[in-house]
DNA sequence: TTGCAAATGGAACGTGTGACTCATTTTTTA
DNA sequence: TAAAAAATGAGTCACACGTTCCATTTGCAA
């Protein structure tokens, strides 16, 4: 038989991985055209699941019948079936956070062990992720900036659950030189702190549901001094939108009652690089 | 002419959003058997992707023809140019972030505007993500929740860029009611806190690199009491895990000179409510 | 009800597809 | 070096594909 070998009781990869693994372990023994394919193949999957035999041939430098043998070579019967693998494997990749969210949260209260815990974490905050860069409003996300930008000392407004953004806020400005001041409440002094800030400041606000009071009054009492304020809160139900001049909406999934502060800190993080970046440009045209 | 809206000048939509965006503005005016598709297409994207225009039609229950005049009527010519919308969707979800990272980063460098830096950001943090989920030592992890869940005090230790990680575990420790103590600097009382700790209790210690000399000194004092350490840090070099009893290696991707706390914060979760998972089954064995 | 336009179903068509075959070249074996 | 085997290139073909066209049905206005 010439084909080498693609025999019937042969087991044939039908995920992508096992492809794969199979494909690295007989490279050596590979002929040179069916081997530049298989090189081709693994560094660009993509194109084998949407081309076409002739532009994938033609991409690769080779035959179409060249392709196709080296599909059977692998125990396919043809290039057809080899692609089906390689589509598997985006529809899986691609196949939607929420479901496994789902299933990971059904699968720990079953308890299914420690392990399904995690990988719920991970899967909140990728969802999460996911969904904030879908979503965020980038006309909102530049007018923030601006009036970040601008500001003599921004102020930085959370607690509880938000806090932890709040603090890692306050540690990147400080790296990046932007006064700014944390209103924490160790001292009970806020009220005090809170009477400093201009309408030449700003302030950072972030309070999700349930919205801690004493944000909520915070918020209230620095607005009512015309301090223009930039909120991350989670609808347009929130107290805080009322008092913001720009607000953003981040939809956190949650996991085990915990939501994700990653796309939260994700959107901080941007804010406060990106205001960081808009202060360096705005100083060196001035001196020009 | 007979279908709609398909002029020259009309914008067709190039990305699946926009297009998802159009079908969904354009839903009530549409006939009846192409509002069946626009549904079926945006339930079944993959389908589309990969399917025949025979077979999602059949899939749909619809004629081809029918697929056929649906594209048309949101511009383009024909169904393979609307279904190279639905394959792109796939690539781009697919495309490693390794590289968009990468490739972000050049971005912001040159200027392209705040819209790449937070992209950036995003990219970093599921990056750290899908790394983090890759690596993680189960057995580490299983062996750092039996240690915590015995503690009778479970103290938090962390400075600068770890800190918003300390603080939210110490919010989450606190809502599971589990007792923890704070190690912040603010009072300068560190010494004498960290003095009541005794070897029933345990440490949660976290420091990248560089790591902060205050947090090494202090998991030093802390470590030589006698209580066991459970340490996140990000190197096997780090000075952190000499006096760990446990301890996770966690990579975080930076974005321009700031590092995500994605994978950490997701570890740190993951941590307390599998302690406070293990704390009540504990509970609930020794009533029976 | 009648007339008209839009919507739909279904058949027919031409193109481009994957797979096959066979001649030629290259590699291996004796 | 000669012969055999394997690998490769290129042409061919059947067929499934997306598309078009036209007959029929449906919805609506007069």
Redesign the interface.
């Known amino acids: 038989m010439a084909l080498g070998g693609a025999t019937m009781d042969e087991r044939v990869p039908r995920d992508f991985e096992t492809l794969r693994a199979t494909i690295l372990e007989r490279r050596q023994s590979l002929p040179k055209r069916i081997a530049q394919i298989a090189a081709y193949a693994l560094d660009n999957p993509?194109d084998i699941?949407?081309g076409t035999a002739a532009s994938i041939a033609a991409s690769a430098g080779v035959q179409p019948s060249t392709l196709i043998r080296f599909a059977q070579q692998l125990g396919f019967d043809g290039f057809t079936s080899l692609q089906q693998v390689f589509?598997e494997r985006?529809?899986e990749?691609?196949s939607s956070y929420d479901e496994r969210l789902a299933a990971l949260r059904a699968k720990a209260e079953e308890g299914a062990g420690?392990?399904a815990?995690?990988?719920?974490?991970?899967a909140a905050?990728?969802t999460s992720?996911?969904d904030?860069?879908?979503t965020?409003n980038?006309a909102h996300?530049?007018e923030a900036?601006a009036l970040l930008a601008k500001a003599e000392t921004i102020y930085v407004l959370a607690k509880?659950?938000s806090?932890?953004?709040a603090?890692?806020i306050a540690?990147?400005l400080g790296?990046l030189k932007i006064r700014n001041q944390l209103i924490e409440s160790?001292a009970g002094l806020n009220a005090e702190m809170i009477g400093f800030a201009t309408p030449a400041d700003a302030v950072i606000a972030i309070s999700f549901s349930p919205y801690a009071p004493a944000t909520i009054e915070e918020t209230r009492a620095i607005s009512d001094q015309g301090v223009p304020i930039v909120a991350i809160t989670d609808s347009s139900f929130s107290p805080l939108a009322q008092f913001a001049k720009v607000w953003f909406e981040v939809a956190e999934a949650d996991?085990?009652?915990?939501r994700?502060?990653?796309a939260t800190?994700?959107?901080a993080?941007?804010l406060?690089?990106?205001v960081g970046?808009?202060r360096r440009d705005t100083g060196r045209k001035r001196k020009v």
């Open positions: 993509d699941a949407f589509r985006l529809r990749r691609n420690h392990r815990i995690f990988d719920g974490f991970v905050a990728s992720l996911s904030i860069s879908r965020l980038e996300f530049e900036i509880r659950r806090y932890p953004v603090s890692y540690y990147a790296k160790a996991f085990g009652g915990f994700s502060l990653s800190m994700a959107l993080m941007a406060t690089v990106a970046e808009k």
